[in-house]
């Protein structure tokens, strides 16, 4: 009745040993590290910078307890802090031989002390959030009236194409705040520009007007609509995460968080950075893009033998450092690029997909009509450094607006070009209106606070329960630590980010687990006062209990998950842990608890009672 088959206890093994093991890192804390990454967009780290990593601490008599290679940036952990310091300065001139021109990031991080048996089980301690590890807190703005204007002066492009196009004739075109301003001499040139318009710019509601400034000309008048105004913001803010995401990575922020507040802000959390003016020279950084021709004459090649370049040229690097010529002129630019998707040419080979604006598309067709069999190079600017993205053949003239890039190239640098071309530059300008600074010494009292906390609750459980209930406390107590191992283990390995909100939701969830066990306890005792055998009352205890704890979990679990659908920040981090903490509990309160008790009782046939505190039988 009270046994369980060996496959159960086998379960219950396994799931100790694996929290045991993933919770586990989480003890050791943390070690000075070195962190190497790219420093630039358009170069690109890989595992191979691990040896030349190795190979300079070795000659300089340095020894790091390991070097490895995880995302995008080569990681050396160290015993101390002068150790690692010295280590990010010999990086820095190894793999910076120019201080002027620095291609990679050598930034000073922390990592987990734990064991390297643990690191290669991929077992790696919770993320501390910026309230537990200190950091730096921006609050962003975004511009929307400066993206509403790009976008307007974008679209006053594509109305002066489609007008020249069609072969109407217009006195010109102007951008008057939120509006596009159309002027014609007369009615009918007004009457055949409208239905083209649009039928061809959807965004736009286009008005009659006349001009104010006293020439008296026919006017179309084009506003966006509102629901074209709230897109174009939408994207704009989602452009910038994006982008934002992307220059964050090089600063080895563990767990950044970057979100949106609002319609137009965004807030940037970087927990253990304490270099505030390295954070805002990173996120502010500006990037464009550039489309040119590459100049192949005689001069040129004698150029990238080590001569001057000609007259109206530079000298840039591809992306594997061979050296290029290109001529000054500017073809298009990074404004007149509206997507870029990697995909497949029609031979089945990795491509990336561009698509141009109006604008764009005109002179794109131009040039390529022009220079056929010629390369055309996509550089991308940084800080006033220049660097060849890509620089494929013109093979036929290319018009309609979209463009593709192929030609040996994998699928994964088919996305690499895509992404550094559509997530280069900001989509509307920001600025920093709040900026705050946590300290680690503030951080190391929250989590002393928040943990004395949890112990203390604990405790106090643990001693109740012992008090209260005897032995079946002590198997309450045991449950109650393990749903506690389990939900570390599962946070650590879904690597979530614990902040005070975290620490209070694992406090609630040691209240809820211990109540399922107080409901089996109380049905146990009321068995045993109604007169059932010790045996069939623990049975009975914990089949009748079952459909109330399963209720009362569902209920919580569908508010926790209410919590997580529409709750930010904080609250969405409170509700992650609150619902795992449910789950982890069901678990640990019966199917757990239960396997003690059989242990326990389940192999004495002749029982004759339990060790479950005081119970009081009904009169006769």
Request: proline residues 4%; contains cysteine; neutral net charge.
């Amino acid at each position: 009745m009270n046994r369980y088959p060996w496959w159960k206890y086998l379960i219950i093994a396994m799931a100790l040993v694996v929290g045991l093991v993933y919770a586990l890192p989480n003890v050791f804390g943390e070690a000075p590290a070195v962190q190497l990454s790219s420093g630039k967009a358009t170069l690109k780290l890989d595992s191979s910078a691990v040896a030349r990593v190795q190979e300079v601490l070795t000659q300089a008599g340095l020894k790091a307890d390991f070097v490895t290679f995880e995302g995008n940036s080569v990681k050396a952990r160290f015993q101390d802090t002068d150790t690692q310091i010295k280590a990010r300065d010999l990086l820095a001139k190894a793999f910076n031989p120019d201080p002027a021109d620095p291609r990679y990031i050598v930034a000073l991080n922390l990592v987990s002390r734990s064991p390297t048996w643990l690191h290669a089980l991929h077992a790696n301690p919770m993320f501390l959030g910026l309230d537990l590890r200190g950091g730096v807190h921006f609050l962003m703005q975004v511009d929307m009236k400066a993206a509403l204007t790009q976008k307007l002066d974008s679209l006053g492009g594509d109305v002066r194409t489609l007008l020249r196009d069609k072969d109407i004739r217009h006195s010109g075109i102007r951008r008057e705040a939120n509006t596009l301003t159309v002027r014609f001499r007369d009615e009918a040139g007004r009457k055949a520009a409208r239905p083209v318009l649009e039928d061809k710019l959807a965004d736009l509601v286009w008005t009659d007007a006349t001009d104010t400034g006293g020439s008296g000309d026919l006017t179309l008048v084009g506003a966006l609509k509102p629901q074209s105004e709230r897109a174009i913001q939408e994207q704009a803010l989602k452009q910038n995460i994006t982008t934002l995401h992307n220059r964050i990575n090089e600063l080895g922020v563990s767990e950044p968080v970057i979100q949106q507040q609002g319609i137009d802000r965004v807030v940037v959390q970087l927990p253990g950075v304490q270099d505030t003016a390295k954070a805002k020279d990173i996120i502010g950084r500006t990037a464009t893009l550039e489309v040119r021709l590459v100049d192949d004459s005689t001069e040129a090649q004698a150029a990238l033998a080590g001569g001057p370049v000609p007259f109206g040229t530079e000298r840039y690097l591809e992306r594997g450092g061979v050296p290029i010529i290109v001529k000054r002129q500017v073809v298009l630019t990074g404004d007149n690029l509206t997507d870029a998707q990697p995909g497949f040419d029609e031979n089945h080979e990795a491509a990336v997909h561009l698509t141009l604006d109006a604008r764009g598309a005109r002179i794109f067709k131009d040039v390529t009509r022009e220079n056929v069999n010629k390369r055309m190079a996509i550089i991308l600017f940084e800080k006033g450094k220049g660097e060849v993205v890509t620089a494929p053949v013109i093979r036929g003239e290319i018009g309609g607006g979209r463009v593709q890039i192929s030609g040996r190239m994998s699928t994964e640098e088919a996305a690499d070009t895509a992404l550094l071309l559509r997530a280069g530059s900001l989509a509307a300008p920001m600025e920093i209106i709040e900026e705050r600074t946590v300290g680690p010494s503030l951080g190391a009292e929250n989590i002393a606070q928040g943990f004395n906390s949890l112990i203390y609750g604990f405790a106090a459980i643990a001693l109740f329960m012992m008090a209260y209930y005897l032995l079946f406390g002590v198997f309450s107590t045991i449950a109650l630590s393990v749903n506690l191992l389990l939900l570390i283990a599962v946070l650590s390995m879904l690597q979530a980010t614990l902040t005070l909100p975290g620490i209070a939701a694992i406090a609630l969830t040691l209240g809820m687990a211990i109540d399922s066990n107080v409901l089996i306890n109380e049905r146990v005792r009321e068995e045993l006062r109604n007169g059932s055998a010790p045996q069939s009352a623990i049975a009975a205890g914990y089949e009748h209990a079952w459909a109330t704890i399963l209720d009362s979990n569902v209920t919580t679990l569908i508010a926790g998950l209410s919590l997580l659908a529409f709750g930010s920040g904080p609250v969405k981090g409170f509700a992650v842990v609150h619902c795992l903490g449910i789950l982890t509990s069901m678990f640990s309160a019966v199917f757990f608890s239960r396997g003690l008790v059989n242990l326990w009782y389940g192999g004495k046939k002749k029982l004759k009672g339990v060790s479950i505190g005081q119970v009081w039988k009904p009169q006769e």
